[in-house]
């Protein structure tokens, strides 16, 4: 007796054109992906500044950005405002802070405010110990592409974990079919 066909589910290769990425209609100097092969749109996010325009990730991923006269308001005068933005960050599964500066230019303070660069390394480091990704990029480019792969990376997982589930229906399905 030979074993049923089961339906497998046909995979290609993830080309950058398969992710949106949703920019918020509020986001002051947006980056640009379509150099890089994204789509973008507006949609007005409740948190964040960027997510992936797929209903089931724009709900559990989300992306803030910083340039680093922003970072350091955030850390001193905004501080109150910016903590209440993290704490509806660290609701989403995936949320990602980048700061368009390097962890050089915090430290050796090279910003105008003359906020103690300790002080803004600490808020860093107590804010990742909170449970917040926030990585300091170096340039506005490089933290642009950063985001432009860590959303391609999330959608890839999104694809593969929704294949593994789809993979598992099936299986359940045929298992429950040689049970009957």
Known sequence: ???PESPRPKFRALRESDVTIAIDTREQTPWEFSPMGFGTAPATLETGDYSI?????RSSVALERKSLPDFVSCCTSERERFVRELRRL??????LVLVEASHQEIWEGLYRSKANPRAIA???ARWQAEGVCLYP???????QYFAAQYFA?????????NAVAASLAVSSSILEGLRR
Do not use: K, N, Q, Y
Not at 53 to 57: A, I, N, Q, S, T
Not at 137 to 143: D, I, L, M, N, S
Not at 153 to 161: D, M, Q, S
């Open 137 to 143: 990029a170096g340039t506005r480019e490089a933290a």
């Open 90 to 95: 660290r609701s989403f599964r995936h949320a």
């Open 53 to 57: 325009l797929v209903p089931d990730l």
């Open 153 to 161: 990376a999330r959608w890839l997982f999104f694809c593969a974990e």
């Open 1 to 3: 007796m030979s074993e």
């Open 122 to 124: 600490a808020s860093i």
